[in-house]
């Protein structure tokens, strides 16, 4: 939910004309971020805010949500035909009705894509959390490692997979519900 309150908004935003000078320089920023290893992230976090745990896995998540459902809501809206657009317009629709009442409807399947997308990347990245003392899947295939047991890591692993394929196909689910009809 974090990620989608600051996401979203920043797609739009990086859509609209006044803000085209900078939305190169932000989406470099966020893809130069993605780049750097997911343990890398949250290890980094925990020095820089001196704690370990739960909330630093939080930050580091939402950190690498980010990039997927803000950059598939900005295509998701850059692909609304224009001329739709301009229909709209000469129906007397403000800016604001357009963005509410034609391209965010008709943008919904690809911004959906790219939060069930976040969601797969979270599960993966999340194993990795129990290395700042956050805990969760992780913890498993870490005890395997550490005590040299196969059965045990893959264990871990083919919950994490499990997860991650449950996430995907509940996620394939609102992704048929909330799509417009139609489309």
Known sequence: ??????AIPLGIMLTRPFARRIRAYVIGV???????????????????FLILGFWIAIIGLVLYAIV?????????????DDNVLEAGRGMGMSKATVLRKIELPLSIPVMLAGIRTALVINVGTATLATYINAGG????????????RF????VGAVLTSVLALLIDYLAGVVEEVLRPRGL
Do not use: H, R, W
Not at 1 to 6: D, F, R, V
Not at 30 to 46: D, E, G, S, Y
Not at 68 to 80: A, D, F, K, Y
Not at 151 to 154: D, E, K, P, S
């Open 151 to 154: 059965t045990i890591q893959l």
């Open 1 to 6: 939910m974090i990620t989608l309150l600051i």
């Open 137 to 148: 899947l992780g913890d498993i295939i870490s005890a395997g490692l550490a005590t040299n």
């Open 68 to 80: 997927p459902v803000l950059l598939n809501t900005m295509v998701g809206i850059e692909q609304v």
């Open 30 to 48: 966020l893809t130069v971020l993605q780049a750097v290893p997911t343990i890398a992230v949250l290890v980094l976090l925990a020095v820089v």
